[in-house]
């Protein structure tokens, strides 16, 4: 299969110092999708680095598309991070939205730098949220409850640009962000979302969309 044309982002975030290159494909299809899984399950029969998942939603919400994918790391550092990006109608007041799911290792930092925000991960965030108030306090409570990989899976909302929303969690045992634009279209988190790992399948009937704006630099 031949390798997609890709586009290499600087490696360096403002906000959150060196991260691995950002590897960003200049098209979406199925042919890219499935050459970016291929780097990826290659990567992973690497004793470096486990496998990491490429989050997607499946199914696509009504009216959605596939806009990109992306991964992060080199043949040094292996592949420390993924990226999907979607289009489509927001939930709120009509016009565009676009979401894109990062799946990281701890200290990455390329879901903080589409959050707009400092620091490599949310870690320290997310543990004041859930420990600080006393139990039962409404903090404790997840703000968006999606599945993945048919398991409910609780984000909470963390700092952003305003521009846009953000949302952390953990899944596989690494850390699961969800940013939205614009910030208003978060709310899509409060709908029936299913995310699938690309990386054990990838559905024939996935819509591709103009290439995501976002994962090209323009977060």
């Not at 997609?4 to 959150?16: E, N, Y």
């Not at 590897?23 to 680095?49: D, L, N, W």
């Not at 139990?135 to 997840?142: K, L, Q, R, T, Y």
Request: with cysteine.
């Amino acid at each position: 299969m031949r390798a997609p044309d890709l586009m290499h982002t600087d490696s360096r975030c403002p906000r959150c110092g060196p991260i691995p290159p950002l590897h960003v494909p200049e098209h979406i299809g199925a042919e890219i999708v499935a050459s970016v899984v291929e780097r990826i399950t290659a990567a992973a029969e690497s004793p470096k680095r486990p496998g990491l998942p490429l989050w997607c939603p499946w199914p696509l919400l009504p009216g959605w598309t596939m806009t990109g994918v992306a991964y992060a790391g080199d043949d040094h550092t292996g592949i420390r991070a993924t990226a999907v990006a979607c289009a489509g109608p927001a939930p709120l007041g009509g016009g565009p939205a676009d979401l894109v799911l990062v799946a990281e290792e701890p200290g990455v930092g390329l879901g903080s730098r589409f959050a707009g925000v400092a620091g490599p991960d949310p870690g320290l965030e997310l543990a004041e949220a859930l420990t600080g108030p006393g139990p039962g306090h409404p903090e404790h409570v997840a703000h968006a409850k999606i599945r993945v990989s048919g398991h409910p899976t609780p984000l909470w909302l963390v700092h952003s640009s305003t521009d846009r929303s953000a949302y952390a969690g953990e899944a596989r045992g690494i850390w699961l962000h969800a940013i939205a634009w614009p910030a208003s279209a978060g709310h899509l988190l409060a709908e029936d979302v299913v995310l699938h790992d690309l990386t054990e399948w990838t559905p024939p009937e996935l819509v591709y969309g103009a290439p995501s704006p976002y994962l090209h630099g323009q977060a």
